[in-house]
C-alpha cells in the first residue's frame, strides 16, 4: 500500500477508544482565540489618513495637550507646516500649533491627560511654596 492511500485510509476511518476521545475533545476546542489576529487595533490606526501601523510598524504617533488626539507624525507634519490649524478630527474645533506635539508617555491617553493636569497643578503650586515643607506649614 502507498503512503498515500494510508493516509487517505486512515483520514476515512472513524477513530474509536481513546483516539475517538481525544478526536472529539480536539473538536471540541475552541480555537479561535488561539489563532493570530490580523486586525489592527483601532488606536493604532491615524484618525486622519487612516494610515494602520500593521502596514507601517515604524510610525510614530504624537498628541496636543489642547485636546489629546493622536495623529501620526506625517499627517502633524503636513498639515501643521505652514503655521497654526484647526484639529482635524470631526468634532474638535481647537486651533493646534506644530510645537506642542510631543510622543505620549502613556498608552491610555486618559492617563495622559491626568498627569498633565498635575504637573500644571504642582507647577502652581511650587511659585506660591519654595518646598513641600512651607506647603505643609501653611494648612
Do not use: W
Not at 476546542?29 to 510598524?57: E, G, M, Q, W
Amino acid at each position: 500500500m502507498s503512503r498515500t492511500a494510508a493516509r487517505n485510509g486512515a483520514q476515512s476511518r472513524q477513530p474509536d477508544g481513546e483516539d475517538g476521545e481525544l478526536h472529539s475533545h480536539l473538536q471540541s476546542l475552541d480555537l479561535s482565540s488561539c489563532v493570530t489576529s490580523y486586525h489592527t487595533d483601532p488606536s493604532d490606526i491615524c484618525p486622519v489618513c487612516k494610515s494602520a501601523r500593521y502596514l507601517n510598524p515604524n510610525m510614530r504617533f504624537l498628541i496636543n495637550p489642547e485636546c489629546y488626539h493622536k495623529m501620526c507624525e506625517s499627517c502633524v507634519d503636513r498639515i501643521f507646516s505652514q503655521g497654526p490649524a484647526p484639529c482635524p478630527v470631526a468634532g474638535c474645533a481647537r486651533t493646534l500649533r506644530k510645537q506642542r506635539f510631543r510622543l505620549p508617555k502613556f498608552e491610555d491617553l486618559q492617563i495622559e491627560r491626568e498627569v498633565d493636569v498635575r504637573r500644571r497643578v504642582a507647577a502652581m503650586y511650587a511659585c506660591c511654596f519654595p518646598s513641600l515643607r512651607a506647603l505643609q506649614e501653611k494648612s
